[in-house]
């Protein structure tokens, strides 16, 4: 089974950007459909952005659309998501996550659909 690990959260001024990494081993990476969410505290882990096999078609939630893009490289089986223009409403962990299948047509929303996990890497956007 693939395993995810995240890389590149941090602290960072709102107007700013940060380029969040998930590199994953373990499985077919390239058969794999791939998403970002993030839980803020207090609040449930939400979507933002999911990409298809080939990942010439992406999904980014409406907060973020203009502001983030989601890429993969299947050579190096890694997954990353680009924030730019960064706001405090950003803050939260930001987790990667593989679906339970692979689609060049579907991209799923729902975390139910997703069923491998990273561990999480913390951004925090200040005022």
């Known amino acids: 089974q693939v395993q995810l690990v995240e890389s590149g959260g941090g602290l960072v001024q709102a107007g700013g950007s940060l380029r969040l990494s998930c590199t994953a081993s373990?499985?077919?990476?390239?058969?794999?459909?791939l998403g970002w969410f993030r839980q803020a505290p207090g609040k449930d882990r939400e979507f933002v952005a999911g990409?298809?096999?080939?990942?010439?078609?992406?999904y980014a939630v409406d907060s973020v659309k203009g502001r983030f893009t989601i890429s993969r490289d299947n050579a190096k089986n890694t997954v990353y998501l680009q924030m730019n223009s960064l706001k405090p409403e950003d803050t939260a962990a930001y987790y990667c996550?593989?679906?339970?299948?692979?689609?060049?047509?579907?991209?799923?929303?729902?975390?139910?659909?997703?069923?491998?996990w990273g561990q999480g890497t913390q951004v925090t956007v200040s005022s």
């Open positions: 990409i298809n096999l080939s990942g010439r078609s992406t």
């Open positions: 373990g499985g077919t990476f390239s058969s794999i459909t």
């Open positions: 996550a593989a679906a339970k299948g692979g689609w060049d047509y579907f991209i799923p929303r729902d975390r139910s659909e997703y069923n491998v």
